[in-house]
Protein backbone atom coordinates (compact mmCIF):
# COMPACT_ATOMS: atom_id res chain seq x y z
CA UNK A 1 0.00 0.00 0.00
CA UNK A 2 3.10 2.41 0.41
CA UNK A 3 4.09 1.91 -2.66
CA UNK A 4 0.79 2.03 -4.27
CA UNK A 5 0.05 5.61 -2.23
CA UNK A 6 3.23 7.39 -2.91
CA UNK A 7 2.31 5.85 -7.31
CA UNK A 8 5.46 4.59 -7.58
CA UNK A 9 3.61 1.70 -9.67
CA UNK A 10 3.42 4.52 -12.35
CA UNK A 11 7.38 4.79 -12.26
CA UNK A 12 8.41 1.33 -12.80
CA UNK A 13 6.52 0.67 -15.59
CA UNK A 14 8.70 -3.02 -17.17
CA UNK A 15 10.00 -4.95 -14.61
CA UNK A 16 12.43 -8.26 -15.96
CA UNK A 17 12.98 -10.50 -13.35
CA UNK A 18 15.76 -13.45 -14.66
CA UNK A 19 17.15 -15.96 -12.85
CA UNK A 20 17.63 -20.12 -12.95
CA UNK A 21 15.06 -22.82 -12.50
CA UNK A 22 13.28 -22.21 -8.82
CA UNK A 23 14.57 -19.57 -7.83
CA UNK A 24 11.64 -17.81 -6.93
CA UNK A 25 11.06 -15.75 -10.09
CA UNK A 26 7.14 -16.50 -11.05
CA UNK A 27 5.82 -17.27 -7.31
CA UNK A 28 7.29 -13.70 -6.19
CA UNK A 29 7.02 -11.49 -9.66
CA UNK A 30 3.34 -12.91 -9.20
CA UNK A 31 2.45 -11.14 -6.08
CA UNK A 32 5.24 -7.98 -6.36
CA UNK A 33 2.75 -7.75 -9.17
CA UNK A 34 -0.38 -7.34 -7.10
CA UNK A 35 1.04 -5.12 -4.69
CA UNK A 36 2.38 -2.54 -7.81
CA UNK A 37 -1.31 -3.52 -9.17
CA UNK A 38 1.43 -4.47 -12.51
CA UNK A 39 0.29 -7.65 -14.57
CA UNK A 40 2.25 -10.51 -14.48
CA UNK A 41 3.31 -11.94 -17.62
CA UNK A 42 5.26 -15.65 -17.26
CA UNK A 43 7.73 -16.41 -20.34
CA UNK A 44 8.51 -19.31 -18.97
CA UNK A 45 4.94 -21.09 -19.49
CA UNK A 46 4.60 -20.16 -22.86
CA UNK A 47 8.61 -22.05 -23.86
CA UNK A 48 6.66 -24.68 -21.46
CA UNK A 49 3.64 -24.36 -24.27
CA UNK A 50 5.34 -24.72 -27.02
CA UNK A 51 6.70 -27.56 -25.54
CA UNK A 52 3.75 -29.52 -25.22
CA UNK A 53 2.56 -28.13 -28.91
CA UNK A 54 5.64 -30.32 -30.27
CA UNK A 55 5.00 -33.35 -27.75
CA UNK A 56 1.16 -33.31 -28.62
CA UNK A 57 2.40 -33.10 -32.35
CA UNK A 58 5.07 -35.65 -32.38
CA UNK A 59 7.28 -34.36 -33.70
CA UNK A 60 10.89 -34.60 -32.68
CA UNK A 61 12.30 -32.30 -30.30
CA UNK A 62 15.31 -32.69 -31.88
CA UNK A 63 14.66 -31.43 -35.12
CA UNK A 64 14.59 -27.73 -35.07
CA UNK A 65 13.46 -27.52 -38.55
CA UNK A 66 10.35 -29.46 -37.63
CA UNK A 67 9.93 -27.69 -34.63
CA UNK A 68 10.08 -24.47 -35.99
CA UNK A 69 7.27 -25.21 -38.92
CA UNK A 70 5.04 -25.86 -36.74
CA UNK A 71 5.22 -21.95 -35.03
CA UNK A 72 2.78 -20.66 -37.89
CA UNK A 73 0.24 -22.95 -36.97
CA UNK A 74 0.92 -22.99 -33.42
CA UNK A 75 -2.10 -21.07 -32.04
CA UNK A 76 -0.42 -20.49 -28.52
CA UNK A 77 -2.25 -17.98 -25.91
CA UNK A 78 -1.65 -17.02 -22.90
CA UNK A 79 -4.17 -15.23 -20.63
CA UNK A 80 -3.09 -13.61 -17.84
CA UNK A 81 -4.81 -13.95 -14.22
CA UNK A 82 -5.16 -12.73 -11.08
CA UNK A 83 -3.38 -16.15 -9.85
CA UNK A 84 -1.79 -17.51 -13.08
CA UNK A 85 -0.77 -17.39 -16.24
CA UNK A 86 -3.38 -19.21 -18.23
CA UNK A 87 -2.12 -21.13 -21.14
CA UNK A 88 -4.12 -21.93 -23.87
CA UNK A 89 -2.75 -24.00 -27.30
CA UNK A 90 -5.54 -24.48 -30.33
CA UNK A 91 -8.16 -23.18 -27.44
CA UNK A 92 -7.42 -26.03 -25.18
CA UNK A 93 -6.16 -25.27 -21.77
CA UNK A 94 -2.76 -26.79 -21.10
CA UNK A 95 -2.16 -24.63 -17.75
CA UNK A 96 -1.76 -27.89 -15.76
CA UNK A 97 -0.49 -30.49 -18.36
CA UNK A 98 2.54 -27.96 -19.04
CA UNK A 99 4.27 -28.29 -15.43
CA UNK A 100 4.52 -32.33 -16.59
CA UNK A 101 8.24 -34.14 -15.52
CA UNK A 102 7.95 -34.62 -19.41
CA UNK A 103 7.83 -30.73 -20.27
CA UNK A 104 10.74 -30.33 -17.80
CA UNK A 105 12.80 -32.57 -19.55
CA UNK A 106 12.27 -30.77 -23.19
CA UNK A 107 11.82 -27.49 -22.46
CA UNK A 108 15.15 -26.00 -22.71
CA UNK A 109 15.99 -28.27 -25.77
CA UNK A 110 13.20 -26.08 -27.06
CA UNK A 111 14.04 -22.73 -25.94
CA UNK A 112 17.62 -22.76 -27.33
CA UNK A 113 15.62 -23.20 -31.12
CA UNK A 114 16.59 -18.95 -32.53
CA UNK A 115 13.13 -19.44 -34.28
CA UNK A 116 10.94 -20.26 -31.20
CA UNK A 117 12.79 -17.43 -29.22
CA UNK A 118 11.94 -14.96 -32.16
CA UNK A 119 8.32 -16.16 -32.13
CA UNK A 120 8.01 -15.83 -28.62
CA UNK A 121 9.91 -12.52 -28.15
CA UNK A 122 7.92 -10.68 -30.50
CA UNK A 123 4.46 -11.53 -28.49
CA UNK A 124 5.96 -10.48 -25.07
CA UNK A 125 7.38 -7.29 -25.89
CA UNK A 126 3.74 -7.12 -27.75
CA UNK A 127 2.20 -7.73 -24.40
CA UNK A 128 4.86 -5.80 -22.29
CA UNK A 129 4.14 -2.61 -24.60
CA UNK A 130 0.75 -1.18 -22.84
CA UNK A 131 3.70 -1.04 -19.56
CA UNK A 132 2.73 -1.90 -15.62
CA UNK A 133 4.17 -5.42 -16.31
CA UNK A 134 6.33 -7.78 -14.39
CA UNK A 135 8.10 -10.12 -17.16
CA UNK A 136 10.11 -13.21 -15.83
CA UNK A 137 11.91 -15.66 -17.30
CA UNK A 138 16.07 -16.06 -18.71
CA UNK A 139 16.51 -13.24 -21.68
CA UNK A 140 14.08 -10.18 -20.47
CA UNK A 141 16.52 -7.88 -18.75
CA UNK A 142 18.99 -9.32 -21.66
CA UNK A 143 16.99 -9.28 -24.92
CA UNK A 144 13.28 -9.15 -24.00
CA UNK A 145 12.98 -5.64 -22.59
CA UNK A 146 17.02 -4.33 -22.54
CA UNK A 147 15.30 -0.48 -21.36
CA UNK A 148 13.20 -1.97 -18.30
CA UNK A 149 13.21 0.78 -15.46
CA UNK A 150 13.79 -2.08 -13.07
CA UNK A 151 15.85 -5.44 -13.58
CA UNK A 152 16.58 -8.44 -10.56
CA UNK A 153 18.60 -11.02 -10.97
CA UNK A 154 16.64 -13.86 -8.61
CA UNK A 155 19.12 -16.66 -7.51
CA UNK A 156 19.59 -19.64 -4.65
CA UNK A 157 21.45 -22.24 -4.24
CA UNK A 158 20.93 -25.14 -6.30
CA UNK A 159 20.42 -27.09 -3.07
CA UNK A 160 17.17 -24.53 -2.14
CA UNK A 161 15.89 -24.30 -5.63
CA UNK A 162 16.09 -28.27 -6.09
CA UNK A 163 14.19 -28.66 -2.28
CA UNK A 164 11.44 -25.81 -2.90
CA UNK A 165 10.43 -27.10 -6.04
CA UNK A 166 10.42 -30.74 -4.23
CA UNK A 167 8.11 -29.60 -1.52
CA UNK A 168 6.12 -28.20 -4.62
CA UNK A 169 5.06 -31.52 -6.07
CA UNK A 170 4.76 -33.65 -2.73
CA UNK A 171 1.36 -35.14 -3.02
CA UNK A 172 0.72 -34.26 -6.60
CA UNK A 173 0.72 -36.54 -9.42
CA UNK A 174 4.26 -35.08 -10.51
CA UNK A 175 5.84 -36.48 -7.34
CA UNK A 176 9.44 -36.92 -7.76
CA UNK A 177 12.35 -37.67 -5.95
CA UNK A 178 14.85 -34.61 -4.53
CA UNK A 179 17.50 -36.23 -6.53
CA UNK A 180 15.56 -36.16 -10.05
CA UNK A 181 14.46 -32.73 -9.66
CA UNK A 182 17.60 -31.57 -8.73
CA UNK A 183 19.41 -33.65 -11.44
CA UNK A 184 16.89 -31.84 -13.86
CA UNK A 185 17.33 -28.44 -12.39
CA UNK A 186 21.26 -28.62 -12.95
CA UNK A 187 20.60 -30.39 -16.18
CA UNK A 188 18.13 -26.96 -17.29
CA UNK A 189 20.08 -24.33 -16.01
CA UNK A 190 23.26 -25.65 -17.75
CA UNK A 191 21.64 -25.77 -21.10
CA UNK A 192 19.77 -22.41 -20.30
CA UNK A 193 23.15 -20.28 -19.55
CA UNK A 194 25.33 -21.96 -22.35
CA UNK A 195 22.97 -21.69 -25.28
CA UNK A 196 24.01 -19.76 -27.99
CA UNK A 197 20.82 -17.83 -28.41
CA UNK A 198 19.99 -15.57 -25.69
CA UNK A 199 21.03 -17.46 -22.99
CA UNK A 200 21.09 -16.94 -18.98
CA UNK A 201 23.09 -14.23 -18.06
CA UNK A 202 23.48 -11.83 -15.18
CA UNK A 203 23.21 -8.11 -16.70
CA UNK A 204 24.99 -5.65 -15.13
CA UNK A 205 22.27 -3.34 -14.10
CA UNK A 206 20.41 -6.10 -12.36
CA UNK A 207 20.05 -5.89 -8.63
CA UNK A 208 21.15 -9.55 -7.73
CA UNK A 209 18.69 -10.64 -5.30
CA UNK A 210 20.04 -14.04 -3.73
CA UNK A 211 17.35 -16.16 -1.87
CA UNK A 212 19.17 -19.04 -0.26
CA UNK A 213 18.38 -17.78 3.19
CA UNK A 214 15.21 -15.81 2.46
CA UNK A 215 11.88 -16.94 3.50
CA UNK A 216 9.03 -16.49 0.89
CA UNK A 217 8.25 -13.34 2.40
CA UNK A 218 11.41 -11.68 3.14
CA UNK A 219 12.50 -11.98 -0.50
CA UNK A 220 8.89 -10.46 -1.59
CA UNK A 221 9.58 -7.57 0.72
CA UNK A 222 13.41 -6.96 -0.03
CA UNK A 223 12.47 -6.79 -3.54
CA UNK A 224 8.95 -4.11 -2.70
CA UNK A 225 11.94 -2.20 -1.12
CA UNK A 226 14.23 -2.07 -3.94
CA UNK A 227 11.03 -0.90 -6.01
CA UNK A 228 10.59 1.86 -3.40
CA UNK A 229 14.20 2.90 -3.09
CA UNK A 230 14.69 3.18 -6.70
CA UNK A 231 11.82 5.28 -6.96
CA UNK A 232 12.74 7.42 -4.53
CA UNK A 233 15.79 8.89 -6.76
CA UNK A 234 13.60 9.45 -9.89
CA UNK A 235 11.02 11.25 -7.80
O1 LIG B 1 9.74 -22.16 -13.51
P1 LIG B 1 11.01 -22.79 -14.00
O2 LIG B 1 12.20 -22.01 -13.56
O3 LIG B 1 11.10 -24.23 -13.80
O4 LIG B 1 11.05 -22.63 -15.56
P2 LIG B 1 10.25 -21.66 -16.47
O5 LIG B 1 10.46 -20.25 -16.08
O6 LIG B 1 8.88 -22.16 -16.57
O7 LIG B 1 11.03 -21.88 -17.83
C1 LIG B 1 11.13 -23.15 -18.43
C2 LIG B 1 12.27 -23.14 -19.43
O8 LIG B 1 11.95 -22.23 -20.49
C3 LIG B 1 13.61 -22.66 -18.90
O9 LIG B 1 14.38 -23.71 -18.32
C4 LIG B 1 14.28 -22.13 -20.17
O10 LIG B 1 14.86 -23.18 -20.91
C5 LIG B 1 13.10 -21.58 -20.97
N1 LIG B 1 12.94 -20.13 -20.87
C6 LIG B 1 13.74 -19.34 -21.66
O11 LIG B 1 14.61 -19.85 -22.36
N2 LIG B 1 13.57 -18.00 -21.69
C7 LIG B 1 12.63 -17.42 -20.92
N3 LIG B 1 12.47 -16.10 -20.99
C8 LIG B 1 11.81 -18.21 -20.08
C9 LIG B 1 12.01 -19.56 -20.06
O1 LIG C 1 9.81 -19.34 -11.24
P1 LIG C 1 10.94 -20.04 -10.58
O2 LIG C 1 11.30 -21.31 -11.22
O3 LIG C 1 12.16 -19.16 -10.41
O4 LIG C 1 10.50 -20.40 -9.10
P2 LIG C 1 9.02 -20.53 -8.45
O5 LIG C 1 8.28 -21.57 -9.17
O6 LIG C 1 8.41 -19.19 -8.34
O7 LIG C 1 9.40 -20.97 -6.98
C1 LIG C 1 9.67 -22.28 -6.61
C2 LIG C 1 9.18 -22.50 -5.19
O8 LIG C 1 10.05 -21.84 -4.28
C3 LIG C 1 7.78 -21.98 -4.92
O9 LIG C 1 7.05 -23.00 -4.28
C4 LIG C 1 8.02 -20.82 -3.96
O10 LIG C 1 6.96 -20.68 -3.04
C5 LIG C 1 9.28 -21.23 -3.26
N1 LIG C 1 10.09 -20.13 -2.67
C6 LIG C 1 10.53 -20.21 -1.36
O11 LIG C 1 10.22 -21.19 -0.69
N2 LIG C 1 11.29 -19.23 -0.81
C7 LIG C 1 11.67 -18.16 -1.52
N3 LIG C 1 12.43 -17.23 -0.95
C8 LIG C 1 11.26 -18.06 -2.87
C9 LIG C 1 10.47 -19.08 -3.42
Redesign the pocket.
Given at each position: DLVRSRGLGDVYKRQAID????????????VVANELGYLYI?T?AMYRGVTWAVLDSHVDVKNQKDVESLLPSLDLTLEPTANACKVFVKGQDVTDLIRQQQINENVSTIASYKGVREYLVERQQAMAAVGGVIL?GRDIGSVVLPKAELKIY?T?SVD??AK??W??VQGTSNEQSLEDIKNNVESRDEMDKNRDESPLVCVEDAIVVD?SN???D??VEHILHLVQELSLIHI
Open positions: GPAGAGKSSISKDGDLAARRRLESMTFET
